[in-house]
């Protein structure tokens, strides 16, 4: 078992901001990370059956190989913590006698981390691809979307909602502004009296769907993920001076992000190629936010 111990230097780069970066498999590095100390666990694991140079993860092992993990990194969050699990479920390989066919072990994990793990389910929200890798598939539609498992320590938690608040279009503004909300006949209650609605000053309630293209950088890691993933999550679920963990760190965008929004960051890395990758980038985006 992995027992050393975070020590009084890496206590000293949180408190002056410092992203701390580990090598390791994170079922036994996040033993060295201090009890209920993380606001926000925010990450990307192998994916199943998904063949990565780092990494494979088996469909039919694919609990067991998450769950040591999962298991341990509860006790690690604050009372107020969340856990976020941006993940893919890929398919079975076509034999001779049937199709490629769409694995449910991610719906598998959801039940998994509600029944065993005591966590509460925010949301299960959506990451739609407007630029989808192509894959040859036939038997059955171009694969664009992935989950992001959205899961809170405590039954009763507080977002920063209005950190998320997007613009109105033009037709939403007009609707406000010409129509009368009138109570409904049909037996629904959600307008129960005829009223004028008035737009947010800040911005419309956001939505449980993210889209976007997945990320154009050219480097070595095969599942680089866009900024705006992370980043959403990190201003829902934190704010400035709360520690953010990416237990399979890659090429380090979470780091990114979450050091561009003044958060305290520690990443778990098992490759070693990859967290010098992640180094590199962090390190730059902490030259920028310092200038």
């Known amino acids: 078992m992995f027992t050393q111990k975070i020590s009084t230097k890496l206590e000293e780069d949180l408190l002056n901001y410092r992203p701390i970066l580990l090598n390791g498999d994170s079922k036994n590095v996040i033993n060295i990370i201090p009890d209920k100390s993380i606001k926000l666990i925010y990450g990307s694991p192998p994916y199943p059956n998904a063949k990565r140079n780092y990494k494979t993860w088996k469909i039919k092992d694919y609990i067991k190989e998450i769950s040591p993990f999962l298991r341990r990194s509860i006790p690690k969050l604050r009372d107020d913590g969340f856990i976020i699990i941006n993940i893919k479920a890929n398919r079975t390989p076509a034999t001779p006698g049937g199709s490629s066919e769409r694995s449910l072990?991610?719906?598998?994990?959801?039940?998994?981390?509600?029944?065993?793990?005591?966590?509460?389910?925010?949301?299960?929200?959506i990451w739609v691809k407007s630029n989808p890798v192509p894959t040859g598939l036939r038997a059955a539609c171009q694969d664009a979307y992935e989950y992001n498992l959205w899961f809170s320590k405590s039954p009763k938690w507080q977002i920063n909602i209005d950190s998320l608040r997007r613009g109105y279009s033009k037709s939403s503004l007009d609707t406000y502004k010409n129509s009368l909300y009138k109570r409904r006949t049909n037996g629904l209650l959600y307008v129960s009296r005829d009223k004028m609605i008035s737009p947010h000053k800040i911005g419309a309630l956001p939505i449980n769907v993210v889209s976007g293209a997945v990320s154009g950088k050219k480097i070595s890691h095969q599942a680089v993920q866009p900024e705006?993933?992370?980043?959403?999550?990190?201003?829902?679920?934190?704010s400035e001076g709360d520690l953010v963990l990416d237990p399979w760190l890659g090429s380090g965008t979470t780091g990114v992000v979450a050091i561009s929004h003044k958060r305290k960051f520690i990443g778990i890395e098992i490759s070693q190629d990859f967290l010098k990758l992640a180094q590199d980038r962090i390190e730059k985006a902490s030259n920028v936010k310092d200038k």
């Open 105 to 125: 072990v991610v719906e598998e994990l959801m039940i998994y981390m509600k029944k065993r793990l005591g966590v509460y389910c925010v949301d299960i929200e």
């Open 228 to 238: 705006y993933l992370a980043e959403k999550y990190i201003k829902a679920c934190t």
